[in-house]
């Protein structure tokens, strides 16, 4: 990787590496490590750390935002800030797939926009920041990368429940198949139709749910499904 691709990256992250090799590292993945000649560590170790840590610091700024939330909320909305779903979106922000250090057979079949991949190297980074400057430089990154401006206002979002995932460790805890959605209704023109979804578990439990698109519906068939199974109170946390 050419230098200036790392002083890149560092120009958008704000922070300037005592010891850029810690970058490389974190940007270096197993396949590349495997394919060269050099002396090379791979990110996994990096990527180890760089979970705790980020989990670590995600807790502590949702601790100090909302102090008077329960233990489940606060699972739920670290969760959800931690999850592959949004730190993949902040690795695309980053374009960090950009800056990868991958094997031939990685870069042919799209490793660069690989959700595992990336969200595998913003942890290493949240490591190698760690390494170099301390928790304070992994804090910073965090606050402006990884949470989203105006924390406090996003509660009504962080801690939702997902009913749909909720439903299905249900399932899974009384050994039972996965749910099946499946639509029953469609009403409305074009731009304004209603959904109605049925969802289905085991053998006798059936519920509906009705919203202005497919995934809405499933959710509030979850919900209704889970509030029969007497999941309610639960779920809440």
């Known amino acids: 990787m050419a230098e200036s691709s ?5 120009d958008i992250i704000g922070y300037r590496f005592k010891t850029p090799r810690l970058l490389l590292e974190a940007l270096t993945h197993s396949s590349f490590a495997r394919e060269t000649s050099e002396r090379l560590r791979d990110n996994e170790q990096l990527e180890f750390l760089g979970d705790a840590v980020l989990n670590f610091l995600v807790s502590v700024r949702l601790a100090e935002i909302f102090p008077e939330d329960r ?6 909305g670290r969760a959800r800030l931690v999850g592959a779903d949004h730190l993949s979106r902040v690795a695309a922000r980053l374009n960090l797939g950009e800056y990868l250090r991958l094997g031939k057979g990685e870069e042919k079949t799209g490793g660069r926009s690989k959700s595992t991949l990336l969200v595998n190297a913003l942890e290493a980074l949240v490591a190698s920041l760690y390494h170099d400057g301390g928790l304070e430089a992994a804090r910073r990154f965090v606050e402006d990368f990884v949470l989203p401006p105006g924390l406090e206002a996003s509660a ?5 429940v997902d009913y749909k995932s909720a439903l299905q460790e249900f399932l899974q805890g009384d050994r039972l198949g996965p749910a099946e959605y499946r639509v029953v209704e469609e009403r409305g023109p074009e731009h304004q139709k209603t959904f109605t979804v049925e969802v289905r578990a085991g053998e006798n439990w059936v519920a509906r749910g009705r919203g202005a698109s497919k995934k809405s519906a499933e959710v509030q068939a979850a919900k209704e ?3 029969r199974l007497g999941k309610r109170a ?3 946390g």
């Open 6 to 10: 790392l002083e890149k990256l560092q």
């Open 71 to 76: 233990e489940g909320e606060l699972s739920r």
């Open 156 to 160: 009504g979002e962080l801690f939702s």
């Open 225 to 227: 499904l889970l509030e």
């Open 234 to 236: 639960e779920i809440r």
